[in-house]
């Protein structure tokens, strides 16, 4: 399999299309759509709790629920573009994206709330498989590919740091669903420029889509995760167990159908090439340890810290400037070194950052938050850019809507997975704050919950509340913190290991 690799990069024709980098504009406006509406929900989510007033639970499916429905269909989608083209793909769900945002703008319940964002993630799992696929075929040149991967890379740490402020922006000035609708302009621009600016392609010889294999792919993704979501917050159930065991049925009939079908939705051999599998292996473990601390991080400095919104986005602007500066480099500081030292070493960096994070209290001064943010940035910078041309250039262009699929599944995964568990180590820590005497049950089911339940209580009562509820999310929010630092830590262990060898100008 290694040598098939090798030979579909050594021997592809390096050539340069004209208007390849106005196409790459195109592509970055999709990834900036996703990023800033996976960054707005943090700041938003106070507000929904205010007015939607969700449970706990219902709290962390607003969450996750776009990450669950993303990782199951993304490789669907991705094969799906592969066959009928990348550029139609990814037109029709930018257009379905910003439709659907108007649904999550305004939702008037928490389960209206979870299906518009279940929408979401169908139309998102259009968007970013087809986004690295036509970069792959754009772009033939190694080096010029890895830059390009750059460019895409730090347009989503940029749409971390707009998604914020924009977000924060608006909500100081309008309600909670104008976070949402601020995908309609990019989404116009998008659609409109991308219908003239990029190129169609697609596999010539695609084979059926077939469809029991995006069923089981689907079932087997959600179960299983579900599952984790389950006994990471309520322990064993009849329910958890049931899910879990199905879905990973699904996905082992989803692997052997793939192994037997002439024309799979996935390549299953892929998985045989080292660095294609240690890439993968990295970006969902990194994703697993930030993001169920960045889900809560924005509700730290709002709620715990008192900050605005608008001011609580700009906080968070370090992570971001570090991952724009990084990813644009990360090619060429892995050609001068190495991959494996590369990933590795962003990994340890951000695992090393939120070790420094579990001391952290309610008068944490902001240096430290700022410094840790930083550092988290430049690693998920350097760490996120190499992964992705080495998943990117490990394949055949034919099958590089598939294979991006991949790494976004990864991603998605471990998005989904660390809200689930990380989440739900800050709400079980949270639940058990004793209050006092009149505490209503709604405080204990979040931290928004408290501070709206505050507001119709006697002033000494609810300040003594507050200050126990404040107290046991900062507490959660620590352990949180320190479970991420050893999955990190552990990523860049094996990341060393599995990547050893990988080089970025042959990409095997």
């Known amino acids: 399999m290694t040598s098939t690799l090798q030979s579909a990069t050594t021997t592809e024709a390096v050539t340069k299309r004209p208007g390849r980098w106005l196409a790459l504009s195109v592509l970055v406006l999709a990834v900036l759509l996703v990023a800033v509406d996976a960054t707005v929900l943090g700041l938003a989510t106070p507000y929904i709790s205010e007015d939607l007033k969700p449970s706990g639970t219902q709290l962390l499916w607003i969450g996750d629920v776009y990450s669950f429905v993303i990782a199951g269909l993304l490789v669907s989608m991705g094969s799906l573009g592969d066959r009928i083209g990348r550029k139609r793909i990814l037109l029709v769900g930018a257009t379905a994206f910003g439709a659907v945002s108007v649904l999550n703008a305004y939702a008037t319940t928490p389960e209206m709330m979870i299906v518009a964002r279940a929408l979401l993630g169908v139309a998102g799992a259009t968007l970013m498989p087809a986004t690295l696929a036509l970069i792959r075929n754009l772009f033939h040149d190694p080096r010029e590919r890895s830059l ?45 420029v991308g219908i003239k600016l990029l190129p169609e392609s697609r596999n010539p010889n695609p084979g059926p889509w077939d469809m029991i294999s995006v069923v089981l792919s689907l079932v087997g993704m959600i179960g299983v995760v579900y599952a984790v979501k389950e006994a990471a917050a309520v322990g064993f159930t009849w329910i958890m167990v049931a899910a879990g065991l199905l879905g990973a049925a699904a996905l082992y009939g989803f692997v052997r159908r793939q192994l037997t079908l002439p024309a799979p939705l996935l390549d299953m051999r892929l998985f045989r090439h080292r660095g294609f599998s240690g890439a993968v292996l990295a970006d969902l473990l990194t994703i697993l340890g930030l993001s169920g601390l960045v889900f809560f991080l924005s509700q730290f400095l709002q709620l715990v810290q008192g900050r605005g919104p608008f001011e609580a986005g700009l906080a968070e602007l370090p992570a971001a400037i570090g991952a724009v500066v990084a990813g644009l480099i990360a090619g060429r500081v892995a050609r001068r070194y ?18 420094v994070l579990t001391v952290i209290d309610r008068s944490t001064g902001y240096p430290l938050l700022g410094a840790a943010l930083l550092v988290v940035g430049v690693g998920a910078g350097f760490s996120f850019t190499v992964t992705s041309d080495v998943i990117l250039s490990s394949v055949p262009k034919e099958q590089a809507g598939a294979a991006s699929a991949v790494s976004e599944t990864a991603y998605e995964l471990g998005a989904a997975l660390g809200i689930a568990v990380l989440g739900s180590i800050v709400t079980g820590v949270y639940r058990d704050f004793t209050g006092p005497a009149g505490t209503p049950a709604e405080a204990h089911e979040s931290l928004g919950g408290a501070v709206e339940a505050a507001s119709g209580m006697p002033a000494q009562t609810s300040e003594v509340m507050l200050d126990a509820a404040r107290s046991s999310f900062v507490d959660g929010l620590a352990l949180a913190a320190g479970a991420g630092a050893a999955v990190l830590l552990a990523a860049a262990v094996a990341a060393w290991f599995l990547l050893r060898g990988q080089r970025l100008d042959n990409a095997a």
């Open 338 to 355: 190495s991959v494996r030292a590369v990933v590795s070493g962003g990994l340890a960096a951000i695992g090393l950052a939120l070790a």
């Open 148 to 192: 390009a991967i750059g460019i895409w890379g730090a347009t989503a740490s940029a749409g971390t740091a707009v998604g914020p402020i924009v977000g924060g922006f608006l909500l100081e000035h309008f309600w909670w669903g104008s976070v949402f609708l601020i995908n309609l302009p990019v989404m116009a621009v998008l659609v409109v």
